[in-house]
T-cell receptor, first 111, second 114 residues
Framework: AQKVTQAQTEISVVEKEDVTLDCVYE???????LFWYKQPPSGELVFLIR??????QNEISGRYSWNFQKSTSSFNFTITASQVVDSAVYFC????????FGAGTRLTVKP | NAGVTQTPKFQVLKTGQSMTLQCAQD?????MSWYRQDPGMGLRLIHY???????DQGEVPNGYNVSRSTTEDFPLRLLSAAPSQTSVYFC?????????????FGPGTRLTVL
């Protein structure tokens, strides 16, 4: 069965610190997709990234970077030089037969 | 494009009442789905549809019905609301094949059942 674990319930950092959000997944499939979504205080869900199981290249988008390691079944998300606007709940998700989300990590960035 | 729209934004029901949460998308997406979000549990899939006339159950389907008569609309019906259904409900859509494609979410409906 597919499962996503985000062990960090809440993280608090001071602005300009780097922060890594962990995501560990379980799946029996060899083909699957991993996602990260952001949910700011306004409540909407914002797509950040999609990665398929055959592409282990790390990706960087501005201050965001993602590290996908199949050997450890992890898909971690790092924010460099965090800003107050990064404060949100971040969800990792796995798409196998259907979409399964982790419980989310609430990130608070203090000025 | 309006994207994915949901109505109402807020709703309060009494136990036993019925209601329909509306969801519409104007992106011609084949795949649509409903999730509920509860504190500490992330989003859980209720029902989904891969196209007009086709629906299937997700992880937590009990207490909910859906239908898909058009590509654009995917309403979620609560036949007899229970306090356990107090939650935030999100509708999402994507191109054919939820597995591979990015889902776009509506703004959510906050439902309280007293």
């Amino acid at each position: 069965a597919q499962k996503v674990t985000q062990a960090q319930t809440e993280i608090s950092v001071v602005e300009k610190e780097d922060v890594t959000l962990d995501c560990v997944y379980e799946t029996r499939d060899t083909t699957y997709y991993l996602f990260w979504y952001k949910q700011p205080p306004s409540g909407e869900l914002v797509f950040l990234i999609r990665r398929n199981s055959f592409d282990e290249q790390n990706e960087i988008s501005g201050r965001y970077s993602w590290n996908f390691q199949k050997s450890t079944s992890s898909f971690n998300f790092t924010i460099t030089a965090s800003q107050v606007v990064d404060s949100a709940v971040y969800f990792c998700a796995l798409s196998e037969n259907d979409m399964r989300f982790g419980a989310g990590t609430r990130l608070t960035v203090k000025p | 494009n309006a994207g994915v729209t949901q109505t109402p934004k807020f709703q309060v029901l009494k136990t036993g009442q019925s209601m329909t949460l509306q969801c519409a998308q104007d992106m011609n997406h084949e795949y649509m789905s409903w999730y509920r979000q509860d504190p500490g549990m992330g989003l859980r899939l209720i029902h989904y549809s891969v196209g007009a006339g086709i629906t299937d159950q997700g992880e937590v389907p009990n207490g909910y019905n859906v239908s898909r008569s058009t590509t654009e609309d995917f309403p979620l019906r609560l036949l007899s609301a229970a306090p356990s259904q107090t939650s935030v409900y999100f509708c999402a859509s994507s191109l054919a094949g939820e597995r591979a494609n990015t889902q776009y979410f509506g703004p959510g409906t906050r439902l309280t059942v007293l």
